[in-house]
């Protein structure tokens, strides 16, 4: 699916990870993104693995793979 633009100069994207099943599973997985340089915001949703993005151009995906890694899940793609 395509990113959608929120508000001039944002890009909301949404992925899929897996493995998490906590609150501190969202957490982690939100700090770890939340690094990444344009990043303005990051909502993980363990019930459902979908990490919804904010930022302030589209991201690299292999930068989000990175940090979900860095977090200890996996990034099985957008959703």
Excluded: N
């Excluded at 700090?31 to 993980?44: D, F, L, R, T």
């Excluded at 019930?47 to 099985?76: N, Q, Y």
């Amino acid at each position: 699916m395509s990113a959608q633009t929120d508000t001039p100069g944002s890009v909301t994207a949404v992925y899929q990870v897996s493995g998490m099943s906590c609150g501190h599973c969202e957490g982690s997985v939100s700090a770890e993104i939340s690094e990444i340089p344009g990043v303005s915001s990051v909502k993980a949703v363990a019930s459902t693995g979908e990490v919804t993005v904010v930022s302030a151009a589209p991201l690299d995906e292999d930068a989000i793979r990175a940090a979900v890694d860095e977090a200890g899940f996996e990034l099985a793609g957008r959703a």
